[in-house]
């Protein structure tokens, strides 16, 4: 699997390249997968719902699972590595673009 980063200021159009490579690649047969890496802190599970209380409990991993989508939620700790702690979920991908 090769790697490609793109970096640059915010509102500079990183997501509209990663978004339009994306659909470039995809269309020719390539298996793309992305991350978007942020130095903010975001929530990305809503206060108060299950998945959250889970996580808030100890859960970890923890993961939603609906009919479409699947989410894992892995907790950071300082140092650790957390792309080599996903690489197994992008294995099948010829590409990885890394937006950030």
Known sequence: MKRIH?????????????VELVRAM???????????????HHE????????????EAGGSPASIVTPDLATVFLPRTPGDDAHRRILALYADCDLVLIEG
């Open 6 to 18: 793109i970096v640059g200021r915010q509102n500079h159009g990183k997501t509209t390249l990663v």
């Open 26 to 40: 995809v269309a020719r047969g390539v298996r793309v997968g992305t991350i978007k890496h942020s130095s903010h």
């Open 44 to 55: 990305i599970d809503t206060p108060g719902k299950d998945s959250f209380r889970h996580r």
